[in-house]
């Protein structure tokens, strides 16, 4: 068996009319410039690349301007001669290179060869160490939202995304979607999955929220899952999903990647990467209603989002607009939230480190829920004979968020729960009562700075596997349906007659499930560990030491 460190091939090539050593191994494409003295010299920039083979996108060969290009079967037509009387050819390597803020870029290299089979034998190394990476997506499905954010998806697409999949040979099928639900309904019914590696969503959180449930939807019913009761243990997608960030706020993406910028999701869906993602189920009265990964948010955030749906045509700056308002509006809702604490598992929501790439708590967790799995959904069971552990909040209350992920976005590059995990099974349940406009305001800028939010009285969080609120004047299902008939349109559609500070405050707000509104306000949500994958790898941590070897670094 070869070891990965094994030397594929090693030649002097040029590279800008300069001589390199040049080496292949199973993981490294490495380029030395040759110097003319070997003398050690602390201040001469560094002269040697190392690009990861599996941070390859592809190669071609260069056609040389005076004629000579490859015909057909692979063999050289012409060759342009050197001075010297030798003939050169030349193949580019293109490959990720990142900048600032967890930006990725395509960076290239040519290399120029002694001889035309030379050339032809790096190429043919480095392709066949790019077939190799199992993990890389041949056929891709694409959707597009073209009515998402600024409605700049077709756009940002065309012109950034779809020339990088086919300079890395990425076939693709796209769906520009022609209204809502269409990419959910195609893929429950009309797709043919089993065709594509993966699924591509150009759009926000909402367009985002439509793939994973055509995707779960159905896995569950392809593995006789029924969704409606809360306690199956749902089966996990085996299609990956890449985003291109092309919506409002596009959080799932921030924090899943570390930036919104299509070029970098399209590198990381290029390079076959996996992340993967909890999803919450939310049913109500043993009806399954939605999944949420991201936020799953009653009261401001909920009410922001009804508000601003009527903003569309603002685009982003709607959800300013409508967080001002909600702001000064200031309404609590009352009622009862019960919670399963998350025991056994790594980590808290007051923790200083955050989720990063190779998270050690997500492969915790991810493992021990994944080998206790039976036991755990067991005891979760809220009426089993643990039903103690349950623990239950009653009150008043201005916001009740509970955030699967961090919920980072340029908004607030911490988040809404800054040491929340991508893939650990737990939720952050955020309780924040009611207070003062001005402490709540105070909450609110902490998402800001560098000020914890959760260190204030009227704020607790807790990390939880379910939980469940009940508002404190239940809602009939005749309600809901008058609610949803008459009411579609107001801002509060509630029915408030029994409510005795009815004209002042709701009695209920919406639940705002990562960007779309959920008019239930009965809600019970369980944590389903790693029910997706992403073609991210988390956020990375910037390198502690600096390659010094690497000019690009300095
Ligand atoms: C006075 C300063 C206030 C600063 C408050 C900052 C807090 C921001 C936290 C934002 C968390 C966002 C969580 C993500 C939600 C998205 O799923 C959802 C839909 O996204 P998209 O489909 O891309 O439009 N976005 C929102 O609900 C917007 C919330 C904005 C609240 C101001
Ligand atoms: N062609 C379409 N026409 C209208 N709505 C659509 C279309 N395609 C998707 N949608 C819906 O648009 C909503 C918002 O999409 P999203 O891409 O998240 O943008 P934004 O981030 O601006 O909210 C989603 O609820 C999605 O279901
Ligand atoms: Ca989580």
């Given at each position: 068996?070869?070891?990965?460190?094994?030397?594929?091939?090693?030649?002097?090539?040029?590279?800008?009319?300069?001589?390199?050593?040049?080496?292949?191994?199973?993981?490294?494409?490495?380029?030395?410039?040759?110097?003319?003295?070997?003398?050690?010299?602390?201040?001469?920039?560094?002269?040697?690349?190392?690009?990861?083979?599996?941070?390859?996108?592809?190669?071609?060969?260069?056609?040389?301007?005076?004629?000579?290009?490859?015909?057909?079967?692979?063999?050289?037509?012409?060759?342009?001669?050197?001075?010297?009387?030798?003939?050169?050819?030349?193949?580019?390597?293109?490959y990720v290179e990142r900048g600032r803020q967890h930006r990725w870029r395509c960076a290239?290299?040519?290399?120029?060869?002694?001889?035309?089979?030379?050339?032809?034998?790096?190429?043919?190394?480095?392709?066949?160490?790019?077939?190799?990476?199992?993990?890389?997506?041949?056929?891709?499905?694409?959707?597009?939202n073209p009515f998402g954010g600024k409605r700049q998806g077709k756009r940002v697409y065309e012109q950034k995304v779809a020339p990088l999949f086919a300079q890395a040979g990425v076939s693709t099928h796209?769906?520009?979607?022609?209204?809502?639900?269409?990419?959910?309904?195609?893929?429950?019914?009309?797709?043919?999955?089993?065709?594509?590696?993966?699924?591509?969503?150009v759009g926000g959180d909402?367009?985002?929220?439509?793939?994973?449930?055509?995707?779960?939807?159905?896995?569950?019913?392809?593995?006789g899952v029924d969704l409606n009761c809360p306690d199956e243990t749902l089966s996990p997608c085996s299609l990956r999903i890449g985003i291109i960030p092309a919506g409002s706020t596009d959080c799932i993406c921030f924090a899943t990647v570390g930036t919104n910028d299509p070029v970098t999701s399209a590198l990381h869906i290029i390079v076959g990467d996996?992340?993967?993602?909890?999803?919450?189920?939310?049913?109500?009265?043993?009806?399954?209603?939605?999944?949420?990964?991201?936020?799953?948010?009653?009261?401001?955030?909920?009410?922001?989002?009804?508000?601003?749906?009527?903003?569309?045509?603002?685009?982003?700056?709607?959800?300013?607009?409508?967080?001002?308002?909600m702001f000064l509006t200031h309404h609590y809702y009352e009622g009862t939230v019960s919670y399963l604490p998350a025991r056994g598992t790594m980590g808290t929501p007051r923790d200083a480190s955050t989720c990063r790439s190779g998270c050690a708590v997500c492969q915790h967790n991810g493992q021990l829920l994944s080998e206790k799995g039976e036991k755990y959904e067991l005891s979760d069971a809220p009426d089993c004979e643990s039903e103690g552990e349950w623990r239950t909040v009653r009150g008043k209350f201005l916001a009740i968020n509970a955030a699967s992920m961090s919920c980072?976005?340029?908004?607030?590059?911490?988040?809404?729960?800054?040491?929340?995990?991508?893939?650990?099974?737990?939720?952050?349940?955020?309780?924040?009562?009611?207070?003062?406009?001005?402490?709540?305001?105070?909450?609110?800028l902490r998402h800001t700075s560098k000020d914890d939010q959760f260190d204030l009285t009227f704020v607790e969080v807790h990390r939880v596997r379910r939980f469940r609120f009940t508002p404190r004047y239940?809602?009939?299902?005749?309600?809901?349906?008058?609610?949803?008939?008459?009411?579609?349109?107001?801002?509060?559609?509630?029915i408030c007659r029994d409510h005795p500070a009815c004209g002042c405050t709701p009695a209920y707000s919406s639940w705002n499930c990562d960007g779309e509104i959920l008019t239930h306000a009965a809600i019970d949500v369980r944590a389903h560990c790693q029910l997706i994958k992403l073609f991210a790898r988390g956020i990375e941590e910037p390198p502690v030491f600096e390659d010094l070897t690497n000019p690009c670094a300095i």
């Open positions: 068996m070869e070891r990965p460190g094994r030397l594929l091939l090693l030649s002097e090539l040029r590279v800008r009319n300069a001589a390199y050593d040049v080496s292949l191994n199973r993981s490294l494409l490495t380029w030395k410039k040759r110097v003319s003295s070997p003398v050690y010299h602390p201040f001469r920039p560094s002269l040697s690349h190392n690009v990861p083979v599996s941070e390859i996108i592809s190669v071609r060969e260069e056609e040389e301007e005076n004629g000579s290009r490859q015909k057909e079967d692979g063999s050289w037509k012409k060759m342009k001669e050197q001075e010297g009387g030798d003939c050169r050819q030349s193949f580019t390597v293109m290239e290299v040519t290399f120029t060869c002694s001889d035309g089979a030379l050339c032809q034998r790096w190429v043919s190394s480095i392709r066949e160490q790019l077939a190799s990476i199992g993990s890389r997506p041949k056929h891709l499905l694409v959707y597009i796209v769906i520009v979607t022609e209204y809502a639900n269409h990419a959910r309904d195609h893929l429950r019914t009309g797709a043919e999955l089993k065709k594509y590696d993966g699924v591509v969503c909402g367009m985002f929220s439509e793939i994973i449930h055509g995707l779960i939807w159905r896995t569950q019913v392809d593995g996996s992340q993967p993602m909890d999803v919450c189920s939310v049913h109500h009265n043993n009806a399954f209603l939605r999944f949420s990964v991201s936020l799953l948010g009653y009261g401001f955030y909920g009410d922001v989002l009804t508000d601003s749906e009527r903003k569309r045509w603002m685009g982003p700056a709607r959800y300013d607009l409508s967080g001002l308002k980072a976005c340029p908004r607030s590059p911490k988040g809404l729960s800054p040491a929340a995990h991508l893939a650990d099974g737990t939720t952050d349940l955020i309780l924040v009562r009611k207070c003062s406009r001005f402490d709540f305001l105070r909450h609110l239940c809602q009939s299902d005749s309600d809901l349906e008058l609610d949803l008939q008459e009411n579609k349109h107001q801002i509060f559609s509630q």
